[in-house]
């Protein structure tokens, strides 16, 4: 395949007069697709079939190779098949049909139960902050809410009684959240042996910082990095983890999308359905480690 190549360059310097550093960019993205159709036994343009393209990309994606640069080889492959087909030696052009997915972007990182349960375990005791602390945390994995939410929870949003919470989204769309019984607890400790001693200056906000005003996504994200340290969960975590962890769990214990669709707030439904692929892929990588064929 490299004599191809090398009459597709000379094709794109003579004929279309294209720039150095756009030919030096094709031929280095074509040399590699070469050298996989070479480990591939394929030594002629029409014996490339659209699978073999996919496996390619498949190939640069598992190396690391980012989501700009896959398209850019897509196009340098549909380019340098065209060129073939357009000149005979090959009855089509394998990659025309070809595509990458749109908008992409990484799957959202989750934490697996077992760390969860370490993470809402780490404030332990009475302080009034360590109340505040783990009542936060059991809300949002609870709840599944956003960070935004939980900080904005007011006093009045809270329906312990019939076990929900009033939470406000995007565009200050209203939806009820079931809680569950422990993070009712956790809130319960809190507004009865927390918040009273924070609560200095009259607040409606329910959860406050030391000083008693409204807590910041900033002051949040802080106290979750700390509390996860405690419990020797050194790894990068994020406030939103917790909102990924929440949708990840329910769907992989079977909750119906839509019902997490609307826990989530989330207005339309593929939104929800980036989840469906963490758990395809958990459903792999539990494949391949445990049988025998993996």
């Known amino acids: 395949m490299d004599q191809f190549l090398d009459l597709f360059l000379n094709y794109l310097t003579v004929e279309r007069g294209l720039a150095a550093n756009t030919l030096e960019a094709y031929g280095r993205d074509l040399r590699d697709y070469i050298g996989f159709l070479n480990r591939q036994s394929v030594t002629a343009p029409e014996a490339v079939d659209s699978g073999l393209v996919v496996q390619f990309l498949g190939e640069c994606r598992k190396n690391g190779l980012a989501a700009r640069s896959r398209a850019r080889r897509l196009a340098a492959i549909r380019s340098f098949h065209k060129f073939l087909h357009t000149e ?21 990182k989750s934490l697996s139960f077992a760390d969860v349960e370490r993470l809402l375990s780490a404030p332990a005791g009475t302080e009034p902050l360590a109340l505040r602390d783990r009542a936060m945390l059991e809300v949002l994995y609870a709840t599944g809410l956003r960070v935004s939410e939980l900080i904005g929870l007011k006093l009045r949003d809270l329906q312990l009684q019939a076990g929900y919470v009033i939470a406000f989204g995007k565009r200050s769309k209203q939806r009820m959240v079931p809680l569950g019984e422990e993070a009712i607890a956790a809130i319960n400790g809190y507004l009865t042996g927390g918040r009273p001693q924070l609560d200095k200056k009259r607040r ?6 030391r000083f008693g005003g409204p807590l910041t996504r900033q002051g949040f994200w802080k106290m979750m990095k700390r509390r996860a340290r405690e419990v020797g969960i050194f790894k990068e975590i994020s406030p939103h983890m917790l909102r990924h962890s929440f949708a990840t769990h329910l769907l992989e214990n079977g909750a119906d999308l839509r019902i997490v669709q609307t826990l989530l707030g989330h207005a339309d439904i593929t939104t929800t359905q980036i989840y469906t692929h963490v758990t395809r892929e958990r459903l792999r990588q539990i494949h391949q480690q445990h049988h025998p064929r993996g």
């Open 204 to 209: 409606n906000e329910l959860f406050l910082n």
């Open 88 to 108: 005979g030696y090959a009855e089509q052009n394998p990659a025309a049909q070809v595509s990458l997915p749109k908008n992409l972007q990484p799957l959202p």
